[in-house]
C-alpha cells in the first residue's frame, strides 16, 4: 500500500497494491495493520456505509459534534470528487479544503480523521460509495455545513447546479457554527 499526505496533513490517499494478471485483479482493501502503521495512529471501525448515488448528486458536508467519525472511504462503482474540511478550531488548517477523485478504476481511499466535515460529488454516471466509519452514526448530533459557503469556497468542479438533498441544502456557513468545532 502507498499513502500520499494531502495538502492537510492528517487526510491521507490511500493506494493499494493491485495484482493483476489475465484472470483479472486482487488487491487488499483494507488491513488493520498495515492501515495504522501508514496513518501513524490506532484506529477501531465500528461501521460501514454504502451509498449509490446519481451524477450529479453532491452529498455533505456532514460532521457530528459528539462522537466524531474517522472515515476510510473508497468507490466500488463510478467516480465521485470527494472532501474533507478541517473542523479542528485549533488546527492551522481550519476551516480550509481537500478533495480527491476516487473510482472504481483508480482504487484509491481516503482516510479522513475525525474533525472533518465530509461529502462527495458523483462524477460518473453513477457511484457506488464506500466507507468505514470509527463511531456509529448519531443523527442528533450530525450537523451540516453549505457546500457552497464563500469563506470555504470548494472548486467542486461543477457544471450547473447539484442535486442535494433537504438537509444539505439547509446547510449552515463556517462562520455561523463556531459552537459546533472541535477543539
Request: hydrophobic share 40%; net charge negative; glycine share 6%.
Amino acid at each position: 500500500m502507498k499513502v500520499i499526505s494531502s495538502a492537510i496533513p492528517a487526510v491521507k490517499i490511500i493506494e493499494p497494491q493491485v495484482y493483476c494478471d489475465d484472470r483479472g485483479l486482487f488487491f487488499e482493501s483494507f488491513n488493520q495493520r498495515n492501515f495504522e502503521q501508514a496513518i501513524g495512529q490506532t484506529v477501531q471501525f465500528v461501521q460501514d456505509n454504502h451509498s449509490r448515488s446519481a451524477r450529479h448528486v453532491l452529498r455533505g458536508l456532514h460532521y457530528q459534534i459528539r462522537y466524531p467519525q474517522g472515515k476510510l472511504v473508497r468507490v466500488v462503482a463510478g467516480e465521485v470528487f470527494d472532501v474533507a474540511v478541517d473542523m479542528r478550531k485549533s488546527s492551522r488548517t481550519f476551516g480550509q479544503w481537500v478533495g480527491e477523485t476516487l473510482s472504481a478504476e483508480n482504487k484509491r481511499q481516503l482516510w479522513i480523521p475525525e474533525g472533518f466535515a465530509h461529502g462527495f460529488l458523483v462524477i460518473s454516471e453513477y457511484a457506488e460509495v464506500l466507507y468505514k466509519t470509527t463511531d456509529y452514526w448519531y443523527p442528533e448530533f450530525e450537523r451540516c455545513i453549505s457546500w457552497c459557503d464563500p469563506a470555504i469556497s470548494i472548486d467542486w468542479m461543477l457544471e450547473g447546479s447539484p442535486i442535494v438533498s433537504e438537509k444539505d441544502r439547509q446547510g449552515l456557513s463556517l462562520k455561523s457554527i463556531n459552537v459546533d468545532v472541535f477543539a
